[in-house]
Nanobody
Framework: EVQLVESGGGLVQPGGSLRLSCLAS????????MTWVRQAPGKGLEWVSS???????YYADSVKGRFTISRDNAKNTVFLQMNSLQSEDTALYYC???????????RGQGTQVTVSS
């Protein structure tokens, strides 16, 4: 069974950092493009970042320079390091299979990130 489990979210002050993890089972993350998307209250899914099978990475303009996506094939886990967090980053964060133009239908249950003082 294919499963994605996100973790690492929480409440953080503006300017703080969090590291999200996405543990995959039922497939190897090294064989798939993987993506982080987010959904703020009352809004649709927003693409955040993708890592492709060959290792190339892409970021939304809103997070470029602050977020870093990476992959640990041995742990079958995808990470999202988030620095300099802003209130606008508050959302439910999901990892999903597929790249930037995917429909992200296969995703986990999400992990909540709240940036507030």
């Amino acid at each position: 069974e294919v499963q994605l489990v996100e973790s690492g979210g929480g409440l953080v002050q503006p300017g703080g950092s969090l590291r999200l993890s996405c543990l995959a089972s039922g497939f190897s993350v090294s064989d798939y493009d993987m993506t982080w998307v987010r959904q703020a209250p009352g809004k649709g899914l927003e693409w955040v970042s993708s890592i492709y099978t060959r290792g190339s990475t892409y970021y939304a303009d809103s997070v470029k320079g602050r977020f870093t996506i990476s992959r640990d094939n041995a742990k079958n886990t995808v990470f999202l390091q988030m620095n300099s967090l802003q209130s606008e980053d508050t959302a439910l964060y999901y990892c999903a299979t597929g790249g930037r133009l995917s429909n992200w239908a296969r995703r986990g249950q999400g992990t909540q990130v709240t940036v507030s003082s």
